[in-house]
C-alpha cells in the first residue's frame, strides 16, 4: 500500500490527558494526534484513580500544597515549575468544569476533597470517587472528537522523529496493523509534542498498561534530546496482588479514608516506620511494604473498620477488582504488592516544555520538568500533564509556524530502513521486565545494577534485530541502569540498600544522552570487571 502524508501545524504523539489538553489549547492550529489504540482507551490517565491536588480548602493554600511538594521531592524539585504548576491548579478545574467534567461535591456545593498521603489538608478534587480518570478522560476525548482543527489518527504507533541537520521534520510510524507491514504514515511537522506517557511496562508488576514503555524518551534520545532524572521510578505501595498483568491500583485515597496496612499477623508496621503511618509518603510506605515482603510476610490493606461497607460507594474501581478476585473489601483483607507506576525523569525541559531539540516539545509523564524532583506527591501528575500541555500550546501559538517543504521519498526511505522487522519478541521482552524488576525494582544496589545491566546486554545481543519495541525497551532501561548506578545515594524514590542515606555530593539531576550514557555503560562494565578480579562481588 501506498504512504498516508499529513501536514499539520503540530503533530502530538499520545493520546492521553497531556497530549489531549495541548491539542484543545493548540487552537486554531491544524493539529494531528496520534494515538496507539482508539482515542481515550489504554491510557495510563484513563486507568488513573487519584485525582487533582488544588487547594480549595478554607485552611489551605498554594503555599501550603507547594511546601508539600518540595517536601516530598527530597531536595531535587525546581521551585519555579512547583510555583508555576500549582498556581494554576484551580484555573486547571475551571477549564476542565467548562468543558462538561463533573467533579464530587457536597451539598453546599463546595467540593469533596480527598485526603492522600505527604498532603497536609484535603486538597484531591475527584470524579466519581475512584473513576476521576475515566471522567476526566472522556470530557477531553469528546471535546476533542468535536473539534474542528484536530485531526485524530488512532492506533498508530511512531517509530522516528525525522531530523536533518538539527531539523525536525515530522514523525514516520506504521499502521498497528499485522495484514499492512508496508503501510506508514507520514506526519510532517516543524512541532512535535511527545505526551507518551511513562514507562511502568518495562517492569515486571506495574499498573501502566503494556503501551507504555518508555518509547517517548527513546524517540527523543535518538533525536538527540537530553534525558534526565532516570534513576527515579516511583513504585506505588498498594498494587492490588490477584495475578493480574498490568496490576490494578488500590488508590492511595482508600488509605486517607483511614484504612491501615497490615502483615499476616495483624501487625500495624507503618506505625513502628513513620509519625503519619500509612498517610507516609508513597517512597518510604512502598519501601516498608518491600521489608515485610523480604522477611517472608504477606501485606494487607485492612479497610473493613473505617470504611466498610461504604468501601463499594466511594471506590467503585477497586471494589470491580475486588469481586473479580471474589474478595469482600468490607469484611476481608486485600491482598497488595508495590508496583512500578510513575516515572520522574525523562525529556528534559524548561519552564515552557521545551527539549533541548529545536521544536521538540514534551508534557506529562514523559516530560521531567523538574515538578517532583526525588519522588512525587500524590494527586499532582494529572495536574501537571494539564498544565504543561496548556504551557506548551500557548507558547507554539505565540509565533508563527515555520512552512517546511515536502519531505523527500528519499529521506522517508532511510527513516523506513531503521524501522522494519517488528515482529513480536515475547520471550525477551518478558526476561527484561522480570530482570528490571528484581534488580532495578523498589530497592537496588551495586550488584543488582550489574546484573539487570549484563541481563540487558545479553538480550540486546541475542534480540538484535527482533522487535523496534524490545529496542526501546533496551534502550530506556539502559538509561536507568546508567542513572541507578552513578546515583550513590538514597534519595526520594531511588532507593539503595548499599547507600542507605542521602548524599549532598548528589544534590543534583544526572543529564545523560546516548553518547554519555552509552560511555556509561561501558565504565560500569569496566568497573565490574575489575571487582570480580579483585573478588569483591560474585556475579
Not at 524514590?493 to 543534583?508: G, I, M, P
Request: glycine letters at 8%; aromatic letters at 6%; proline letters at 3%.
Amino acid at each position: 500500500m501506498t504512504d498516508s502524508i499529513y501536514s499539520p501545524d503540530v503533530v502530538i504523539v499520545g493520546g492521553g490527558v497531556a497530549g489531549l489538553n495541548a491539542a484543545l489549547n493548540l487552537a486554531p492550529r491544524k493539529v494531528c494526534v496520534i494515538t496507539k489504540n482508539s482515542l481515550g482507551i489504554n491510557t495510563s490517565s484513563s486507568w488513573a484513580q487519584g485525582g487533582i491536588a488544588a487547594p480549595f480548602a478554607k485552611e489551605d493554600s498554594n503555599e501550603s500544597h507547594i511546601s508539600d511538594t518540595l517536601a516530598t521531592a527530597k531536595g531535587l524539585a525546581k521551585s519555579e515549575v512547583v510555583r508555576e504548576v500549582i498556581s494554576e491548579s484551580i484555573n486547571i478545574i475551571t477549564d476542565l468544569e467548562n468543558i462538561g467534567i463533573e467533579f464530587d461535591k457536597n451539598p453546599d456545593g463546595t467540593f469533596n476533597l480527598g485526603l492522600e498521603a505527604a498532603h497536609s489538608f484535603n486538597r484531591i478534587v475527584k470524579s466519581k470517587g475512584d473513576s476521576s480518570g475515566i471522567e476526566i478522560m472522556r470530557g477531553l476525548t469528546e471535546k476533542v472528537r468535536s473539534s474542528e482543527h484536530i485531526t485524530v489518527l488512532e492506533n498508530v504507533s511512531i517509530d522516528s522523529i525525522m531530523m536533518e541537520n538539527n531539523t525536525i521534520y515530522g514523525v514516520i510510524g506504521h499502521l498497528n496493523n499485522q495484514n499492512l507491514p508496508e503501510n506508514h504514515v507520514v506526519i510532517q511537522s516543524p512541532n512535535v509534542i511527545l505526551a507518551t506517557g511513562g514507562l511502568g511496562g518495562i517492569f515486571a508488576n506495574t499498573t501502566n498498561p503494556r503501551t507504555s514503555y518508555g518509547e517517548g524518551i527513546a524517540l527523543a534520545a535518538e533525536a538527540g534530546a537530553i534525558i534526565t532524572d532516570m534513576e527515579f521510578v516511583q513504585f506505588h505501595p498498594t498494587g492490588l496482588d490477584f495475578g493480574l498483568d498490568p496490576t490494578p491500583l488500590a488508590t492511595e485515597a482508600i488509605r486517607g479514608e483511614g484504612a491501615t496496612l497490615v502483615n499476616q499477623h495483624n501487625e500495624r508496621f507503618m506505625l513502628d516506620v513513620h509519625p503519619q503511618a500509612e498517610l507516609a509518603s508513597r517512597d518510604i510506605i512502598a519501601q516498608s511494604i518491600f521489608d515485610q515482603i523480604e522477611k517472608g510476610n504477606s501485606v494487607f490493606l485492612d479497610c473493613r473498620e473505617n470504611i466498610g461497607s461504604d468501601f463499594g460507594k466511594q471506590f467503585p474501581q477497586v471494589k470491580s477488582y475486588c469481586d473479580k478476585a471474589d474478595i469482600d473489601p468490607s469484611s476481608e483483607l486485600i491482598p497488595i504488592i508495590p508496583v512500578a507506576h510513575y516515572h520522574i525523569g525523562g525529556v528534559k525541559t524548561d519552564l515552557k516544555g521545551r527539549s533541548s531539540v529545536e521544536g521538540l516539545w514534551c508534557c506529562g509523564e514523559v516530560a521531567a520538568t523538574g515538578i517532583h524532583g526525588a519522588n512525587r506527591l500524590a494527586s499532582n501528575s494529572i495536574l501537571e500533564s494539564l498544565v504543561f500541555a496548556k504551557i506548551v500550546a500557548e507558547e507554539i501559538n505565540k509565533n508563527p509556524i515555520k512552512k517546511i517543504d515536502n519531505v523527500s521519498q528519499t529521506f522517508i526511505k532511510t527513516y523506513k530502513e531503521k524501522t522494519r522487522n517488528k515482529i513480536r519478541a515475547k520471550k525477551y521482552i518478558w526476561q527484561l521486565r522480570s530482570s528490571m524488576m528484581r534488580n532495578l525494582g523498589i530497592v537496588r544496589n551495586s550488584q543488582s545494577i550489574i546484573r539487570g545491566l549484563k541481563d540487558i546486554l545479553r538480550i540486546e545481543r541475542e534480540s538484535k534485530g527482533l522487535s523496534a519495541k524490545l529496542n526501546d525497551m533496551i534502550l530506556v532501561s539502559k538509561f536507568i541502569i546508567a542513572g541507578a548506578y552513578k546515583r550513590k545515594e538514597s534519595r526520594g524514590c531511588h532507593l539503595r540498600s548499599d547507600y542507605t542515606a542521602e548524599n549532598d555530593k548528589f544534590k543534583l539531576n544526572i543529564d545523560q544522552d546516548l553518547k554519555s550514557m552509552e560511555l556509561d555503560i561501558q565504565k560500569i562494565l569496566e568497573t565490574a570487571q575489575l571487582r570480580v578480579d579483585d573478588k569483591h562481588v560474585a556475579l
